[in-house]
């Protein structure tokens, strides 16, 4: 029968293996998966089903990944094609569109979390800068960057699908434009009132760490918090600072001093850069004193206690020391060692702003590694809060490992 040939492939699972989809978990693991019917392409659609057949959801074939199969949908009535993945793009937009009042840095669509896997689409002023991670998204592409531009008006597309992840789905690395005018070497945004020039052909991630947004932002309140309780201009300590994203928010808000630390030249080269367009450490009571240390941070850390140094506030940003858990404990030990050396220079009563983006760190499992650090240092912390990514980074319920970026803020006792 015509009606049957045309019927998409489908993934049957092993038995008892149908549980995390009805969770409406969106991914289907390789080990889960007793046999391929049909032949799909690598990104085809193909239909998931339990091992008695029933339909559990629709997915992307991804033969060459441990990620077998990437869920669009778990509704058997939906209709998978360039209308729905453009429909879902625009409401990915329009969920954003109150946040174009504080910023014109935001990221337009995070992936699974606005129902779309392997698509990344961030908005730097009128560029639209979009990362293509699964195979699935790949064969939707030019329909995604139609609705993309559509929704925002935006004329101007660089594309940053340069990321590792993509040899596991058999796709090649690419970077360059897609539509419109190459952008400019430096691209201007602005956020909370703070500028900052972003490389979005070179730069980390897709040229800004925009999930930071509302921690800069938080870092700024506890600058002016710490002075109008003791009256003085706090000294920060911002490590592994890339382009000094919260060195600028932490000056602008009135710090007295920011000690910036990173071990990539480049990095520091654009955060001066960006001090200046602020006009550099202008903060509200007079300017502030910017350094830009390039440096190990674990190496920094131990000499700056050596030599008796003491901040107010310290921020630790490091990048991503776990990239799977096999590297869990390794990670684990260096995450206390940078923690156990920022308290160690903290002030009674200063903060901790302590970050982690390792996904594979629970935010459990963090909590326990920095409580370590804090019992080996002698100092007593207050939890003040539990920090996160912002509302443009959404995260499923269905999928905890969506959050990857996780913080604490700590108070020294
Ligand atoms: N906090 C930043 C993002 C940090 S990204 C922001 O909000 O924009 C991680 C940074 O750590 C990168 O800039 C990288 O150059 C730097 N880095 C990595 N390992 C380092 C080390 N051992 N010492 C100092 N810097 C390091």
Redesign the pocket.
């Known amino acids: 029968m015509a009606a049957h040939l045309a019927a998409p492939p489908a993934l049957l699972l092993k038995p008892g293996k149908e549980r995390s989809l009805e969770r409406r978990h969106p991914w289907v693991y390789a080990a889960a998966v007793a046999r391929v019917e049909g032949e799909p392409d690598n990104g085809a659609l193909v239909s998931v089903r339990g091992a008695d057949r029933r339909f559990l959801a629709w997915a992307a074939f991804s033969p060459a990944s441990t990620i077998r199969a990437r869920c669009w949908s778990f509704d058997e009535a939906a209709r998978i094609d360039g209308d729905w993945v453009a429909a879902r793009v625009e409401a990915a937009v329009a969920r954003r569109q109150a946040l174009l009042e504080s910023t014109s840095a935001l990221r337009l669509v995070f992936g699974e979390g606005d129902g779309l896997p392997g698509l990344v689409a961030d908005r730097y002023g009128s560029t639209l800068v979009v990362q293509f991670q699964s195979a699935g998204m790949e064969s939707h592409r030019d329909r995604a960057i139609d609705a993309l531009c559509a929704r925002t008006g935006c004329a101007d597309v660089f594309d940053r699908s340069d990321v590792a992840l993509r040899a596991r789905e058999g796709l090649p690395e690419r970077s360059g434009v897609l539509r419109g005018n190459a952008p400019p070497a430096l691209v201007r945004v602005h956020e909370h009132g703070v500028a900052y020039d972003v490389d979005v052909r070179r730069g980390?991630k897709t040229g800004f760490?925009i999930d930071?947004r509302e921690n800069r932002r938080r870092l700024a309140e506890l600058v002016q918090e710490h002075v109008r309780r003791t009256g003085r201009r706090p000294r920060v300590l911002n490590c592994?600072?890339?382009?000094g994203?919260?060195s600028i928010a932490a000056a602008l808000a009135g710090a007295a001093q920011v000690l910036s630390?990173?071990?990539?030249a480049d990095?520091l080269a654009l955060a001066a850069g960006n001090a200046r367009i602020n006009g550099t450490g202008a903060g509200p009571d007079g300017p502030a004193e910017l350094r830009w240390d390039c440096?190990?941070?674990?190496e920094r850390l131990r000499e700056l206690r050596e030599a008796g140094e003491r901040f107010d506030i310290v921020v630790l940003?490091?990048?991503k020391f776990a990239t799977n858990q096999h590297q869990v404990e390794r990670a684990a030990r260096a995450y206390k060692d940078i923690n156990l050396g920022a308290l160690r220079l903290l002030e009674p009563g200063g903060w901790l702003l302590s970050f982690s983006c390792s996904g594979a760190i629970e935010v459990d499992l963090f909590q326990k590694i920095v409580a370590g650090a804090i019992f080996d240092a002698g100092s007593d912390c207050y939890l003040r809060a539990r920090l996160a990514a912002g509302a443009d980074h959404p995260t499923l319920m269905t999928l905890p490992e969506g959050e990857y970026l996780k913080g604490l803020l700590l108070e020294r006792v």
């Open positions: 980390h760490y930071q592994f600072c890339y382009t994203g919260f630390v990173d071990s990539s990095a440096a190990d941070v674990f940003d490091p990048p």
